[in-house]
């Protein structure tokens, strides 16, 4: 038997180097949209001031991710809006809309806010900005990956959680029809959830619930600084604002963590648990998602996530940490005596 806490010191060292090896590999990356507003003459001073209060400008472009969006041909008038609406042309999903004018319309007791987008020169037309900024997503892939994730995390969580209960069902019947109806206590924790000895789970579900918190804080006390990052994204935190730079710079450690955890579940265990490990995990961190950025928009989620921390923290190094490895079979354990692996006795 020997202590494995110096493995542990070199993963965070080699985990630590990877980490600024891809800071620095992606700080070249950045897609500006705002250039055209920027290098706008005196005629287009209306153009730039609409770019500082809605973080986008004539020349922006969206994909469109409704399954239709109506655009009319004309800008409303005074008299439209009392009786017939302009002619329509349809955009459908996926296609791509080029913002070419904007008007403000101060007899639309909606929004006064009408942009102009075309698609090619046969399908342009006006509508709302309240209508267009729901159904639309900037042509950017981080963009695109907030539109969808912010729209479906919930119901993404409840479809998680029913795969699980699903599988865990099946798994279970099995397990009683071949224990014999017998299941006992031993049994039951280790059908349900066999933990692997490694620090990066319980890494990934701290820095996942501060990567909630974090959002959470932002949409909460500078919605405006988020707004900007949506329609100008970047995966550098050092090119952000602090605060959104701490948010990226947790996802950034989130993708270590979790890559480490995929490597490590997979040589301790078999294919099988391995999948129904990764399922689990993964429905847990939705969870706790979904949790700490709803009570973090109440306030709550600050001394909630401190109890998760130093609660993850304690069961660690009081259950989980692989202080020994085994005389026999060489495979990490937590406490002196029988190895859970092979069966052997370890003095």
């Known amino acids: 038997m020997r202590s494995s806490g110096n493995k542990v010191i070199r993963c965070f060292y080699h985990l630590s180097i990877c980490l600024l090896a891809l800071l620095c590999l992606n700080s070249c990356f950045y897609r500006h949209h705002r250039e055209g507003a920027w290098d706008a003459d005196s005629e287009q001073a209306d153009s730039v001031d609409f770019f500082e209060k809605h973080h986008y400008t004539v020349g922006y472009t969206f994909v469109v991710q409704a399954d239709s969006l109506s655009l009319c041909t004309e800008i409303p008038s005074r008299a439209q809006f009392l009786s017939v609406a302009p002619d329509s042309v349809m955009a459908y999903s996926a296609d ?3 913002v070419s004018d904007f008007c403000i319309v101060p007899e639309d007791s909606v929004d006064s806010v009408w942009v102009k987008v075309a698609r090619d020169q046969a399908t342009q037309g006006w509508l709302r900005e309240t209508t267009l900024l729901p159904s639309v997503s900037p042509d950017d892939p981080i963009s695109i990956a907030i539109y969808n994730f912010s729209g479906n995390h919930v119901w993404g ?5 029913g795969i699980v209960l699903f599988v865990l069902s099946i798994q279970f019947f099995f397990y009683i029809r071949s224990a014999k109806g017998r299941l006992n206590d031993k049994g039951a924790k280790h059908f349900f959830w066999k ?4 620090p990066y789970p319980t890494l990934l579900r701290i820095v996942f619930s501060g990567s909630a918190v974090f959002y959470s804080s932002i949409q909460l006390f500078a919605p405006h600084m988020w707004s900007e990052f949506y329609f100008h994204p970047t995966l550098n935190p050092f090119a952000v604002p602090p605060l959104l730079g ?8 989130m993708l270590l963590f979790f890559f480490a955890t995929l490597d490590d579940a997979f040589r301790q265990l078999s294919f099988g648990r391995f999948m129904l490990y990764m399922l689990l995990t993964i429905t847990v961190l939705a969870i706790l998602y979904l949790f700490f950025s709803l009570t973090t928009l109440v306030y709550l989620g600050y001394p909630l996530y401190l109890c998760f921390l130093l609660w993850s923290l304690f069961r660690y190094f009081k259950k989980l940490r692989p202080r020994f490895r085994c005389g026999k079979c060489g495979k990490p354990f937590h406490a002196r005596g029988i190895c859970p692996h092979c069966g052997s006795k370890n003095e």
């Not at 969580?157 to 959680?161: A, E, I, N, P």
């Not at 933990?195 to 490694?198: A, P, R």
């Open 96 to 98: 791509e809309l080029i």
């Open 157 to 161: 969580t409840f479809s998680l959680m």
């Open 195 to 198: 933990s692997i000895y490694s």
């Open 246 to 253: 701490a948010f990226l710079f947790s996802v950034w450690i």
